[in-house]
């Protein structure tokens, strides 16, 4: 790990991350991935209140959990938040603290977002399921709305705004993408450089997102590689990215390039 010159705030999580056997089925890496969620997730702040919920999805019903901060405005903008875990892990417990720091720091209602993983249900079923989460935020939101998504969350997060701007809605008044996967072909550079990172390696990563889109039709379609998308004029962009990201670069000039300027990209160095 030091040879990717790793901040010492996350020596200690990425070896608690080492510690978890990670298995080698599918079922066994989701249940490490939640083994390591859960030893490293925060109590939730006093007066956060917090209620689990299904909507009618394209394939039965989704999970969602709401979180209001203490002392949010009524009405206050509301956040869809989606949670990453390489399309093929990961749940609202797992992103639990992720979702209620995002409503904490932020003051806005958060919805957080489950969906169908992969590989039992590849593409389109996340983005579908993602979707038509913000379809149901819309229906109850009193204030403006966002879209937030980290890894392949951040993913689902460009592929739903671009699925807003065709479709004709819903309307989103900004989008925060961290870290995301917005193409297929794992061609860039920093994918040699930093082949061998902690937790997130290349073979990893492309073991996900065939995961996710095991049909090579799917590598050109905008909804699961957003970068392949032209101008589309949407929502404000947020993206962010960090130091050891094998990816970062090259999306900061997607993203500029899809939102014709209006997007800002935080790069997040060693201090």
């Known amino acids: 790990m030091t040879a990717f010159d790793i901040h010492p705030e996350l020596l200690a999580m990425l070896a608690g991350f080492d510690a978890v056997p990670q298995g080698e089925t599918i079922e066994e890496k989701r249940e490490a991935w939640r083994r390591f969620c859960f030893e490293t997730r925060r109590p939730r702040?006093?007066?956060?209140?917090?209620?689990?919920?299904?909507?009618?999805?394209?394939?039965?019903?989704?999970?969602?959990?709401?979180?209001?901060?203490?002392?949010?405005?009524?009405?206050?903008?509301?956040?869809?938040?989606?949670?990453?875990?390489?399309?093929?892990?990961?749940?609202?417990?797992?992103?639990?603290?992720?979702?209620?720091?995002?409503?904490?720091?932020?003051?806005?209602?958060?919805?957080?977002?489950?969906?169908?993983?992969?590989?039992?249900?590849?593409?389109?079923?996340?983005?579908?399921?993602?979707?038509?989460?913000?379809?149901?935020?819309?229906?109850?939101?009193?204030?403006?709305?966002?879209?937030?998504g980290d890894s392949a969350g951040g993913n689902l997060t460009a592929a739903v705004n671009l699925a807003a701007r065709d479709r004709g809605g819903p309307r989103v008044a900004a989008q925060a993408i961290i870290y995301p996967g917005l193409r297929g072909d794992g061609t860039l550079p920093s994918f040699t450089t930093y082949a061998d990172a902690p937790i997130q390696s290349t073979a990893?990563?492309?073991?996900?997102?065939?995961?996710?889109?095991?049909?090579?039709?799917?590598?050109?379609?905008?909804?699961?590689?957003?970068?392949?998308?032209?101008?589309?004029?949407?929502?404000?962009?947020?993206?962010?990215?960090?130091?050891?990201?094998?990816?970062?670069?090259?999306?900061?000039?997607?993203?500029?390039?899809?939102?014709?300027g209006r997007r800002r990209r935080r790069h997040l160095p060693r201090r």
Not at 71 to 98: K, R
């Open 204 to 260: 990893a990563t492309l073991i996900y997102r065939a995961a996710y889109m095991p049909d090579p039709a799917t590598h050109d379609d905008p909804y699961a590689c957003p970068l392949k998308a032209d101008f589309y004029g949407g929502p404000a962009a947020g993206a962010g990215s960090c130091r050891r990201d094998r990816r970062g670069a090259r999306r900061g000039q997607g993203l500029r390039r899809a939102h014709g």
């Open 45 to 148: 702040p006093d007066g956060m209140a917090v209620e689990d919920r299904t909507f009618p999805g394209p394939a039965g019903a989704v999970p969602i959990r709401v979180y209001r901060p203490a002392g949010a405005p009524d009405p206050a903008p509301t956040i869809l938040y989606i949670h990453g875990g390489g399309f093929m892990t990961g749940d609202l417990d797992t992103n639990d603290t992720i979702a209620w720091g995002l409503a904490e720091q932020t003051g806005c209602v958060v919805v957080s977002t489950h969906y169908r993983l992969a590989p039992e249900n590849p593409y389109p079923a996340a983005f579908d399921d993602c979707y038509a989460a913000l379809c149901h935020v819309v229906e109850y939101a009193a204030g403006p709305i966002g879209v937030c």
